[in-house]
């Protein structure tokens, strides 16, 4: 906790406990850096400030503001789930666990730390870093040699009841910063406790690997998006635009629309270049 307090207002969803602001940090910080996120946060609140706002927003508009932050389905849910709060919770952000998980694109991990950071609920926050700080710290193994609700259990048990929000921040900084796939147990504050450390396991530690993101389909659909964002287009000028065969257009065009995020006519649905293509309102 003491190493964790210069950190305690690094990101400026840390200074506040509007369980909404956090329920949109910890959704922008699933799959993106926080690095990044600090400027989209900003921006989207600024944008959306309220529940409400966002659930009276045109999906579209939301998308545009999610701009820079990538996997766009993230967008779509979360505007789903400020309808939802606002149709079935009287616009207010639940503080039940189970209540968070039936909103759109909230899993465990995001509603155990809107319930902790927002409302102070003594329950652990087990995101991937958590994960493997827990495996090694306290069982001195990795995180994928053992059980997900062995390590999900442990933390439960290493939670400090006192402090929780406090807690969860702090092991997650410490996975993020210290406790990487390629640990750096030398600056680590924990070290003197830990079991890996003891051990000689660090040079079992694999690095992690990243899946390639060029020419992904990933990459195909975060294409289209931005393509979209300016206005609507032809399957041909989406292919042409974003430097794609039109296979690949049409295939990702289909998963955007499974996704809710794009709407297509029949002909681009069957696949023609003549077909148009904009975001879902
Ligand atoms: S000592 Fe090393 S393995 Fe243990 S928690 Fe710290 S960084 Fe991770």
């Known amino acids: 906790m003491k190493w964790f307090e210069p950190r305690r207002h690094a990101y400026p969803w840390r200074g506040t406990s509007d369980p909404y602001a956090v329920l949109v940090s910890e959704v922008m910080l699933q799959q993106t850096q926080a690095a990044r996120v600090v400027p989209a946060f900003e921006r989207f609140l600024g944008r959306f400030p309220t529940v409400a706002a966002l659930a009276q927003a045109p999906r579209a508009d939301v998308v545009r503001v999610w701009e820079g932050l990538g996997y766009n389905r993230r967008a779509v849910a979360l505007s789903e789930a400020a309808r939802a709060i606002v149709r079935d919770h009287g616009g207010r952000v639940p503080a039940d666990p189970e209540e968070l998980e039936r909103l759109p694109g909230v899993g465990p991990y995001t509603a155990a730390a809107v319930a902790s950071f927002a409302y102070g609920a003594t329950i652990a926050a087990v995101d ?138 029949a002909a681009a649905r069957a696949g023609r270049a003549t077909g148009r293509v904009r975001l879902a309102d």
């Open 128 to 265: 991937t870093n958590v994960r493997r700080v827990v495996a090694r710290a306290r069982l001195g193994r990795e995180p994928g040699e053992v059980r997900r609700d062995t390590i999900d259990d442990e933390a439960g048990r290493w939670l400090d009841r006192g402090h929780p929000a406090e807690w969860n921040q702090a092991l997650m900084d410490l996975g993020r910063e210290v406790c990487r796939p390629e640990p750096r147990c030398e600056a680590c504050p924990i070290a003197a406790d830990c079991r890996s450390r003891s051990g000689s396991r660090r040079s079992r530690m694999a690095p992690r690997r990243t899946a390639p993101f060029e020419g992904s389909m990933r990459q195909v659909r975060g294409g289209i998006v931005r393509l979209l964002r300016r206005r609507a287009a032809s399957v041909g000028e989406l292919a042409a635009q974003a430097g794609f065969p039109v296979e690949r257009i049409v295939d990702a065009i289909g998963a955007l629309v499974g996704d809710g995020l794009v709407v297509a006519d």
